[in-house]
Antibody, heavy 125, light 109 residues
Framework: EVQLVQSGAEVKKPGESLKISCKSSGYSFTTSWIGWVRQMPGKGLEWMGSIYPGDSYTRYSPSFQGQVTVSADKSISTVYLQWSRLKASDTATYYC??????????????????WGQGTTVTVSS | EIVMTQSPATLYVSPGERATISCRASQSVNGNLAWYQQKPGQAPRLLIYGASARATGIPDRFSGSGSVTEFTLTISSLQSEDFAVYYCQQYNDWPPSYTFGQGTKVEIK
């Protein structure tokens, strides 16, 4: 069974650092993209960035470039999302999701077909 | 950046009726369009990819159509478990980037 299991809820103070994780199992970790999606309380879905674990190539949404870092550890099939200095506005639920997408002349993909359960991050003084 | 616009924001439907949600892209997405369902407290679930292909395990009352910039998600006969928020998403870029619509909430009439 293909699964993405995320780390648990976090409560942090503004200015603190944080790294949350997304552990993959049941498929070839290095040949699928993993993306991170933010959902602020009561709001919609926002794509933050994606990584290709095979070579750690990473692409970020312009809205999140420089604000977060996405990384991967192939040895334990885990992708990370980290902040160096949290703000209250980072309070949200964060989801990781697998995306099968290829470029063979044109882009073709299957959307984000498997999702983690979400990690709720609360940033408050 | 491609902007995705969904309509309506809220849709009131009676059980057993048809629901239709629209999604417009600011430029062509070459059929690289997905639909997701999200219920309160749950992660999103992929319904449709490639504009019209149903994901694994998705009932055939869900269908997707459209091309270029105009897309539609249709739920042919709403069941109680279908009341949720629905999002469209484009993924027509390389390296991959994604944009979601703002969501459509389907509520009981």
């Amino acid at each position: 069974e293909v699964q993405l299991v995320q780390s648990g809820a976090e409560v942090k103070k503004p200015g603190e650092s944080l790294k949350i994780s997304c552990k993959s199992s049941g498929y070839s970790f290095t040949t699928s993209w993993i993306g991170w999606v933010r959902q602020m309380p009561g709001k919609g879905l926002e794509w933050m960035g994606s990584i290709y674990p095979g070579d750690s190539y990473t692409r970020y949404s312009p809205s999140f470039q420089g604000q977060v870092t996405v990384s991967a550890d192939k040895s334990i099939s885990t992708v990370y999302l980290q902040w160096s200095r949290l703000k209250a506005s980072d309070t949200a639920t964060y989801y990781c999701a697998r995306a099968e997408v290829t470029l063979i002349g044109v882009v073709r993909g299957n959307g984000m077909d498997v999702w983690g359960q979400g990690t709720t991050v609360t940033v408050s003084s | 950046e491609i902007v995705m616009t969904q309509s309506p924001a809220t849709l009131y439907v009676s059980p057993g009726e048809r629901a239709t949600i629209s999604c417009r892209a600011s430029q062509s997405v070459n059929g690289n369009l997905a639909w997701y369902q999200q219920k309160p407290g749950q992660a999103p679930r992929l319904l449709i990819y490639g504009a019209s292909a149903r994901a694994t395990g998705i009932p055939d009352r869900f269908s997707g159509s459209g091309s270029v910039t105009e897309f539609t998600l249709t739920i042919s006969s709403l069941q109680s478990e279908d009341f949720a928020v629905y999002y469209c998403q484009q993924y027509n870029d390389w390296p991959p980037s994604y944009t979601f619509g703002q969501g459509t909430k389907v509520e009981i009439k």
